[in-house]
């Protein structure tokens, strides 16, 4: 069983900047995306930025040009680099990767953003 874990979220002013790292505790075979989701109180969840195998990469509007998704496959990790956070951007923010023929998911336990204004 492929386990996700996080690091690096917290408290944070406007304006300010985090790093979360989500790190597989082994090597998962066919990795098409490894992305980051947020859900805030009383909304769903919503995928923020995803990194394809191929590098492409994509990010919800909202976060263009403040956030960077990039990954490390020898340590089989994900990042994402967030500035000029807002806070709107305080969510529980969870790590996915998608692996398999058949885009299976994996999800890491999440990570609390909390960007007070």
């Known amino acids: 069983q492929v386990q996700l874990v996080e690091s690096g979220g917290g408290l944070v002013q406007s304006g300010g900047s985090l790093r979360l790292s989500c790190a597989a505790s082994r090597s998962i075979f066919s990795i098409k995306a490894m992305g980051w989701y947020r859900q805030a109180p009383g909304k769903q969840r919503e995928s923020v930025a995803v990194i394809y195998s191929g590098g492409s990469t994509s990010y919800v509007d909202s976060v263009k040009g403040r956030f960077t998704i990039s990954r490390d496959n020898a340590k089989n990790t994900v990042y994402l680099q967030m500035i000029s956070l807002a806070p709107e951007d305080t969510a529980v923010y969870y790590c996915?990767?998608?692996?398999?023929?058949?885009?299976?998911?994996?999800w890491g336990q999440g990570t609390q953003v909390t960007v007070s204004s």
């Open positions: 996915n990767v998608k692996a398999g023929s058949n885009w299976s998911n994996y």
